[in-house]
């Protein structure tokens, strides 16, 4: 997330989120943590080089999409996802890059039913599996509407973006270590929860293998600002009467205007790491 993608199902990671704000920070994430989508869609193309059919299963803004234009140039992608705002924004990203003649979308729902029209050489489901009601009798969808030999490749955010350092100033209003605390959580609360999905391929038919995308941003600190801003603000309307006041409070202070705000921080770093599922069928 892309990645954010992530607006099919009943999980809560964006439960109160508009499609403005969803895109802004799905937007922001491909801008500064980005590097992962380039390294994904290498190995996506080592595993399935001669893929012509591609569907980005739950696009989001559209950045996996994009992401697969390029690097397949022979190959047409279609986005699929519920929000007819995030595909229409999809398909102008798809025209501002010179690829609008290879990219379709479809509008679904996937807790309803697998597309009849969706085959594919190669499916991309980036932070999407998880939103879903029942994730395995998609996979098992999935495994039926790829051709023989295809591949499906499972993105998932395994810890969630993180901005600031472990130690803060002395008289700091951000207690140190706030933020891993905050993440432990939302954690607990299942925020961005996923499974091992490993297994439930294995049962869907497909062969499985994993791999590791850790990432260091790279961005302007305007851009790294407004990153922490997003995803910390979602953070704190999911955390109200889960974390401690202490750390509510540091939060406030991070989101708020004052000198240790996220716009006037001098120390915010970008860090996310991702894991993937290259899933084959035989």
Known sequence: MSEHSHHHGHGNNHAHTT????AEMLNLDVLILGSYLEAA????????????????VGAGSGAGTLALARRFPQASVTALDRSAGMLAKTLDAAHDHGVAGRV????VDLNEAWPASASADLMWASSSLHELADPERTMAEMFAALNPGGVLIVIEMDSLPS????????????????ESRLHAALAG??????????SGLERAGFAVERRHFPTLGSSTPEL??????SFLGRMASALEGTASPA?????EVLLGAGPESVERRGDIVVRGHRTAWAARKP
Request: charged fraction near 25%; avoid cysteine; hydrophobic fraction near 40%.
């Open 41 to 56: 869609t290498d190995w996506a193309a080592e595993l399935a080089p001669d893929s012509s059919s591609i569907i980005d």
């Open 104 to 107: 379709d979308t479809i509008e």
């Open 247 to 251: 750390d509510l409070a540091s939060l």
């Open 163 to 178: 901005f600031l350092p472990e130690s803060m100033p002395e008289g700091s209003a951000v207690a140190p270590g706030v």
């Open 224 to 229: 790294a600002s407004r990153y922490a801003r």
């Open 19 to 22: 499609d403005a704000e969803l």
């Open 189 to 198: 609360s299942g925020w961005n929860q996923y499974p091992e999905w490993t």
